[in-house]
Structures are given as structure tokens and as C-alpha cells.
């Protein structure tokens, strides 16, 4: 009789390292007739907040999860009921919070699981997997017995060994069927030095999501001393079931933690417990780049709609500073060391609310000018407040940039987005007296707008020096902008 | 040592044990004048005369009965079923009498039941089955089950000495089959002591009786594909070598079980479940088991071929776990 069955729809996976996400709105109630690719509801994840498209066409059948809950990736969410056909009661004992239908959130599982390196992002939220509006058949609804459990699944033997020595499991590039990692696997990733971290016994609780080394960061944007803040939300279970709520002083009053404000406190908490962390600062003269900016900026606007900032200038100086410094690019992985010949740039972005940032990434930004650069930054700033952001927007960040100057700070000490090894803080540009040197070589002081610049590195990976050499070029081609080259 | 055949390292054993012991006697169906349905007791009536080498009438019922009776008032009778499948008929005997009897009154019975068990010659559902997980579920039997001729002699004596009822499965397709070096003196192998049949790293073969030579010539085919099989052959399941079990699987954390009996019930499921309990935190891989299909033996050589577990299928499993 099935010949259009019901085409189910399951939490997305908005990203690697978010297990779960909450049901902010429903776009259309039971009954509701809906088109493939029309949003459906509205969720939050500790990354991303976004519109659940409808993957098909027909009527919405049932609502299973109401607003408001918090439910794991792969959880059933409602039923769409093909066009034509029959008003069919619920597919029996469905499928459990398997992936099973959505080949969107099947495949999201697919990639990841040896190294964490492809971020494995989830058919994107918005531009949803085309399936078939009249749904394929029926084995979409039945759970596939050992399907894509067998990619993320940690066996007793490599769960207990993991615990008893810190280890990833999700660090560990596995071997087994379906790139499972087997016992031998963690044992030799044990023997070959580990990256060993403190025993987290959550993780082996956590199958689908195996807290991945690419976290998409987030740095801070502009409020306090600014803060990276990326959410691998491995962990983010546990805090949700946390405990009766306490007793309230007088004066005093509640609210509860958004998924991403618990993604950003386990984040930032976790790479202080990873990074060493170390700041240096530098002074830098941007007359030139004020006065290019202020050549450039009409022109950009009138011809592009695009505002040359200071931040494009810094990203695309930073950028072609890291050529010259693989490492603080770079990553600490296990006992290696990775580098890389393209630098995808995070920026913190403050969301409109005040509660909260994100760290959208512009890829492959050493391919940017500087046109290419203000535009990037512009467009994925626009869609982080937008809430627009897909989950591929905010990772596989190599290197971050934070800026908190937009308030007249003038320093800060950033934490690094994980895995990351460095994250540079800008601050206002501000006007001071300057010493230079006049056309006899005498000292003369001259009003300069100085800029400063953070580089906050994990020691464990970048030295002092070489942090310092970092900086040095990075304001030399900042105070001898060349135009040409940009 | 000398080379002997399976079967005659039985024999060897037997005739030992009553040329050192006069309580020993054997009865069963043509064990006398004919020798023994396959001739494992060729010779013992000229030995030990027929007070000693017992032709019972077709009743295992009487057999068992008999043997049971004796055992109580201080012999050590050895009872041949002609066929292990006929041991049903005793089944009363022995599992409301023998096996409840030293419970229930002190009372030790030391009696051995030799079974010819086993498939692989088209005998048919009658003549070909391994009911051993039948009474290794009924407290107070001792459940036995030798793989070569050395284990076969050395366990008979055992069992013989014994003070429980011993039910001794030897597999017939074993019989002729094997040939090795077997001590030409008396001597006993102990109960509940698996044998490692073959050391290996990546996956743990449990199995016993004419399985553990299906296993191994499997692990040999998979020499080339570089999976390192061992192989655990139990010799009896009651009692079993847990320790041994539990330690070779967290070695490879991987264990396939695998028997010759039908699957459901069968005894592997006891050694599966108790692996999945004790040693849960060492397994790399879901338990697998390889046993015959939940029917009876069927006679066609064809079809009895797809019943028992076949070198090529063993090998197959073996490998699905290597690569799970």
C-alpha cells in the first residue's frame, strides 16, 4: 500500500560537533500543506540558528517535538505526508532517533569519523537535500540495522581504553569497517604518544558526535576583553539535566542558558584547559592605511557596496603574514603538528541580541584581495546577524581574528579558538602623539592614528619569539601598505 | 608414544582403565561379541570376558538404568550409546536418577556414557547430532568432549575416575580421521583445562570436538590474508574454562563461537553471554557465533554440507570480524 510514504524530518546535523538543538518555532502546524525546500521550523543549535527546510512536498502530518525542546541530531521532528497521499496513520514504531530517513542527516554522519578533518557538515540547513517529494519508498522509514551507527560507534574495548588514557576517540583514524577505530587503532594511537587529554567520560556517552579537533571556533567580538567562542558541544547534555533550580535570593532572577551560551562556556573553558595560553602586544601606525582607506573607500562603496574596514586590511595583512608562519596556522594534533597552504579566517561576530557570538570563517581567504577580503567579511558578518549562517560557514577556521576595538578598548587577552593555535585581537584606532623621525633623522613627535594589535598563541606550540616576529611583520606591512600588492 | 587413530586412543584408554581398575565394566548394544557398532571395544570381550563386556538388549533405558544401579553399590560402568541421538531414551535415568542422586542422597555415581556424536556422513537426523548442550544445562552431569586422540584417552580416564555421571561425546567423523602421537601410558586430563589449539592475536575461536579442526583449517586459509587466529578447544563444557575464555578474548578482543550443535539453546549462547558479561569492557566487536541452522540434521550430502559449519563458512565469519 505504501507506494508514497511518509517522508519523515529529523534534527539536522548543523555541524560536526553539535549533538543536539532546540526547536525554536514552528513555521507551519499539523495539516499545513508545505512544498519541498519551504522552511518548516525554526531551530537553535549552540552554533548556528536556522530554518529547517521541508524535505518534500504534501501536508505536515504530526509535530512530534513541540517548541521550546532540545533534542538530540537525528530525532525524529514531524511527519510530512506526501502529496496524494492517504492521511496514513504514524509508521509504526518509527525509526529510532537514527539518521534513518534523511539522507541529509545520514551522510552528516558519514565523512568525519577518522580524523575530525572534514567537518562532515550536514546537507546545509537551508538549500536542503533535494529528495524526492514523493517519498522513494519504504525503506527510507526503516532503520538500517547497522548502518550509519557503525561509522561513530565506539566499542566497549576502545571506550574503556580512551578513558583510561584521555584519549579522542575522535582523533583517532580508524580502520574498522565503516572507518570504525578498533582497539588496535587506539592502541597504537596510545603508543604513538597520544594527544592525551584529562580522562572525559562523557565522550564515550556521546557516539554521534565525537567532539571534533576542528571545532569551529568563536572568538569575541566586541564587549569584553574579548573571548573566541566556538561550541563543540560534546558535552552540552549534561549542564541541560543539571539539577533543580536553586532557590532565588531576593533581587536575584533566572533564565536559562541557551544552547550556545553553554557551547561558548564549554568552549572557552576548554581551551583554557588545552592552550597554553600567551598574549603580545604591538603598537602599530596605520597613517597609510587610513589614508588608502580613506582613498579607497568611496570608490568600494560606490562600485561594490562594500566598505574597506580596518579589519579587511588587518585580515588581508594577517593572511599574508601567515605564509611566513605555518605554524601559528597551524594545529597541535595529536604529537604532530599541522600545517597548512591556506588559511581559512574565523571572525568573532556579536549577535544582535548581545547574547551571544559566533565565529563565521572565511575560506580559503589567502586567495582574497582586499576587495575580495571587505566583501567576505561583510557578507558572512551580515548573515552571522542575520542568523542566515549555514554550518559550513563556521568551520574549518585555521586562524581567527577578534575585534573588540569597535568599543575603544585597547588591549585584550582573547582565548583561542580550538583547535587553533593563535587568534589576533584588533583595537580602536586612536590618535596619539608619536615619535618620528623628521628629514634630518631628529626626533619629532607627530600625531600618528596607532592601532594596537593582540596575538594570543598556545605556547605549547608557538614561542615567544617567533609570536613576536609575527607581529613585527605583520605591522611593517601594515605601516608600508602597498597597494599594488594588495 | 605411538600413532594412534581417535578411536583408538578410546579404545586404548577403555581397555587401561579396566586392565587397572576391576570396578570398570562396559555394556551397551553389541559392545561384546561384535565389538562395538564401530569396533571401539574390538577384542575387550576375549580380554575381559563378557561379565566385563556387557551386550545389553536395545533398551538405553535399561542401559543407563543398569549402569546407574551398579554405580551406587561401587562400580564404574562405562555404557556405550550406539548412537548419541539414542541417549533420549535414557534421558529419565539420567538426568532424574544419575545426575540428582549424590544431591539428593550423598550417594557419588561414577558412571560414563560413551557417545558417537556428530554429522558429516550423511547419517541423517537419527544418527548425526550433538546433544551436548542438552544435559551441560542439567546440574550434576559432567559433559565431555575430546578433540584429538591424546585428549580422547587421557579424558576418558578422567571421566572414568570420576564420581559423576560423565557423558563422553566422541565425534565419530573424528574417528578415522585423525591420526597423531598418543602416550602409551595410562594418564588423565584434567577437567575444565581448555587447550590452546592454535595461539593467534586477532580473534579468539571458540569452539570444541571435530569444530576445532573446521577452525583451524580456516585460521589456515587466513594465514595469507594476515588474520592471526587462535583457537580455544574447551575439551569439556562442564566444566568450562572460563578463565581461559575470558582471557584469550581480552587478548583479541574479538570472539566467534562455534559448534557443530544447532544454534538455538545450543552451548555457545552460555559462553557468549558469559563473555558479553564479564569480559563487556574488552570487546572490540559484537560476539559472533557459528553453529549448524535450527533444524535437524537432513541426510542429503548436499544439504548436510549447508547444515554444518563448513571450513570456507568458518572462515568467512572469521574474516567479517577481522575486518569489523
Known amino acids: 500500500m505504501a507506494t508514497t510514504a511518509a517522508i519523515d524530518v529529523v534534527m539536522p546535523q548543523m555541524g560536526v560537533s553539535v549533538s543536539e538543538g532546540t526547536i525554536t518555532k514552528w513555521l507551519k502546524q499539523e495539516g499545513d500543506p508545505i512544498a519541498a525546500d519551504e522552511a518548516l521550523l525554526e531551530i537553535s543549535t549552540d552554533k548556528v540558528d536556522t530554518e529547517v527546510p521541508s524535505p518534500g512536498s504534501g501536508v505536515v502530518q504530526q509535530i512530534l517535538v513541540q517548541e521550546g525542546e532540545t533534542v538530540e541530531v537525528g530525532t525524529k521532528l514531524a511527519v510530512i505526508a506526501p502529496e496524494g497521499a492517504a492521511p496514513a496513520q504514524e509508521e509504526a514504531p518509527a525509526a529510532p532517533p537514527e539518521p534513518a530517513t534523511q539522507e541529509a542527516a545520514a551522510e552528516a554522519e558519514a565523512p568525519s569519523s577518522s580524523e575530525g578533518e572534514t567537518p562532515a557538515p550536514a546537507e546545509a540547513p537551508t538549500p536542503a537535500p533535494p529528495p524526492e517529494p514523493v517519498a522513494p519508498a519504504a525503506p527510507d522509514a526503516v532503520p538500517d540495522g547497522d548502518g550509519g551507527g557503525d561509522r561513530t560507534f565506539v566499542s566497549p574495548v576502545v571506550a574503556r581504553i580512551a578513558s583510561e588514557h584521555g584519549v579522542d576517540v575522535g582523533q583517532v583514524s580508524g580502520t574498522g569497517r565503516g572507518g570504525r577505530v578498533t582497539k588496535k587503532d587506539i592502541l597504537a594511537f596510545v603508543e604513538s604518544g597520544?594527544?592525551?587529554?584529562?580522562?572525559?567520560?562523557?565522550?564515550?556517552?556521546?557516539?554521534?558526535?565525537?567532539?571534533?579537533?576542528?571545532?569551529?571556533?568563536?572568538?569575541?567580538?566586541?564587549?569584553?576583553?574579548?573571548?573566541?567562542?566556538?561550541?563543540?558541544?560534546?558535552?552540552?547534555?549534561?549542564?541541560?539535566?543539571?539539577?533543580?533550580?536553586?532557590?532565588?535570593?531576593?533581587?536575584?532572577?533566572?533564565?536559562?542558558?541557551?544552547?550556545?551560551?553553554?557551547?561558548?562556556?564549554?568552549?572557552?573553558?576548554?581551551?583554557?584547559?588545552?592552550?597554553?595560553?600567551?598574549?603580545?602586544?604591538?603598537?602599530?601606525?596605520m597613517s597609510r592605511v587610513v589614508a588608502i582607506r580613506a582613498k579607497l573607500k568611496k570608490e568600494y562603496q560606490q562600485s561594490y557596496g562594500v566598505n574597506p574596514t580596518y579589519l579587511a586590511f588587518v585580515a588581508r595583512a594577517t593572511v599574508e603574514t601567515l605564509r611566513d608562519y605555518p605554524w601559528i596556522n597551524g594545529e597541535l594534533r595529536g604529537d604532530q603538528i599541522v600545517t597548512r597552504n591556506y588559511v581559512n579566517l574565523g571572525f568573532a561576530v556579536e549577535l544582535t541580541d548581545g547574547k551571544g557570538l559566533i565565529v563565521p570563517v572565511v575560506k580559503h581567504a589567502e586567495g582574497l584581495n582586499l576587495l575580495g577580503m571587505a566583501r567576505g567579511i561583510s557578507e558572512i558578518a551580515a548573515r552571522a546577524r542575520d542568523k542566515k549562517l549555514l554550518p559550513d560557514d563556521v568551520q574549518g577556521g585555521t586562524f581567527t581574528i577578534t575585534n573588540p576595538g569597535g568599543y575603544g578598548t585597547f588591549h585584550g587577552t582573547p582565548v583561542i579558538s580550538q583547535p587553533q593555535a593563535a587568534i589576533l585581537g584588533t583595537y580602536a584606532v586612536v590618535k596619539r602623539p608619536w615619535v618620528i623621525q623628521d628629514d634630518r633623522g631628529g626626533d619629532v613627535i607627530a600625531i600618528r592614528p596607532i592601532m594596537n594589535l593582540t596575538l594570543t598563541y598556545d605556547h605549547r606550540l608557538v614561542d615567544g619569539a617567533l609570536a613576536g616576529r609575527f607581529l613585527r611583520d605583520l605591522r611593517e606591512r601594515l605601516e608600508t601598505w602597498d597597494e599594488t600588492n594588495y | 608414544m605411538s600413532e594412534m587413530t581417535y578411536l583408538q586412543a578410546i579404545s586404548d584408554g577403555l581397555r587401561q582403565e579396566m586392565r587397572r581398575d576391576k570396578r570398570v565394566f562396559v555394556i551397551g548394544e553389541d559392545v561384546g561379541v561384535y565389538g562395538g557398532a564401530f569396533k571401539v571395544t574390538l577384542g575387550f570381550q576375549e580380554e575381559f570376558g563378557p561379565w566385563r563386556v556387557i551386550d545389553a538388549p536395545l533398551s538405553e533405558t535399561a542401559i543407563v538404568g543398569g549402569c546407574t544401579g551398579a554405580a551406587i553399590m561401587g562400580m564404574r560402568p562405562v555404557a556405550e550409546m550406539q548412537f548419541a541421538d539414542f541417549i533420549s531414551c535414557a534421558w529419565d535415568h539420567l538426568v532424574t536418577v544419575a545426575a540428582k542422586q549424590r544431591w539428593r542422597a550423598g550417594t557419588p555415581v561414577p558412571i560414563t556414557v560413551r557417545l558417537p556424536s556428530g554429522g558429516g556422513f550423511s547419517g541423517g537426523p537419527f544418527h548425526s547430532q550433538n546433544p551436548e548442550s542438552s544435559f551441560a544445562h542439567i546440574p550434576g552431569l559432567k559433559v565431555i568432549c575430546p578433540a584429538t586422540p591424546e585428549d580422547a584417552k587421557g579424558l576418558l580416564a578422567t571421566a572414568i575416575q570420576d564420581p559423576n555421571p560423565c557423558l563422553y561425546f566422541e565425534h565419530k567423523h573424528l574417528y578415522r580421521r585423525l591420526k597423531a602421537d598418543v602416550p602409551e601410558e595410562r594418564y588423565e586430563t584434567p577437567f575444565g583445562k581448555a587447550?590452546?589449539?592454535?595461539?593467534?592475536?586477532?580473534i579468539s575461536v571458540i569452539t570444541w570436538g571435530a569444530m576445532v579442526h573446521t577452525a583451524d583449517e580456516a585460521a589456515q586459509q587466513l594465514e595469507g590474508d594476515g588474520i592471526s587466529v587462535e583457537i580455544l578447544d574447551l575439551r569439556?563444557?562442564?566444566?568450562?574454562?572460563?578463565?581461559?575464555?575470558?582471557?584469550?578474548?581480552?587478548?583479541?578482543?574479538?570472539?566467534?563461537?562455534?559448534?557443530?550443535?544447532?544454534?538455538?539453546?545450543?552451548?555457545?549462547?552460555?559462553?557468549?553471554?558469559?563473555?558479553?558479561?564479564?569480559?563487556?569492557?574488552?570487546?572490540?566487536?559484537?560476539?559472533?557465533?557459528?553453529?549448524?541452522?535450527?533444524?535437524?540434521?537432513?541426510?542429503?550430502?548436499?544439504l548436510e554440507k549447508a547444515f554444518i559449519p563448513q571450513v570456507d563458512g568458518v572462515a568467512k565469519g572469521i574474516k567479517e570480524l577481522a575486518e569489523y
Open chain 1, 194 to 285: 597520544a594527544p592525551q587529554q584529562q580522562p572525559q567520560p562523557e565522550q564515550q556517552a556521546a557516539p554521534a558526535a565525537p567532539p571534533p579537533p576542528q571545532a569551529p571556533p568563536e572568538p569575541a567580538p566586541a564587549p569584553a576583553p574579548a573571548q573566541p567562542e566556538p561550541a563543540p558541544a560534546a558535552a552540552a547534555p549534561a549542564p541541560q539535566a543539571a539539577a533543580p533550580q536553586p532557590e532565588s535570593e531576593p533581587g536575584e532572577s533566572y533564565e536559562p542558558m541557551s544552547a550556545m551560551r553553554r557551547g561558548i562556556a564549554e568552549h572557552m573553558r576548554r581551551s583554557l584547559d588545552t592552550s597554553a595560553h600567551v598574549t603580545s602586544a604591538i603598537e602599530v601606525d
Open chain 2, 236 to 302: 569439556t563444557l562442564i566444566p568450562w574454562d572460563k578463565q581461559a575464555v575470558l582471557q584469550s578474548v581480552s587478548k583479541t578482543s574479538k570472539a566467534l563461537v562455534l559448534h557443530e550443535d544447532t544454534q538455538t539453546g545450543g552451548f555457545g549462547g552460555e559462553i557468549a553471554a558469559t563473555i558479553a558479561e564479564e569480559a563487556f569492557e574488552e570487546l572490540d566487536a559484537p560476539i559472533k557465533r557459528i553453529a549448524a541452522p535450527d533444524t535437524p540434521v537432513p541426510f542429503s550430502p548436499a
Open chain 2, 195 to 202: 587447550r590452546i589449539h592454535r595461539e593467534g592475536d586477532d
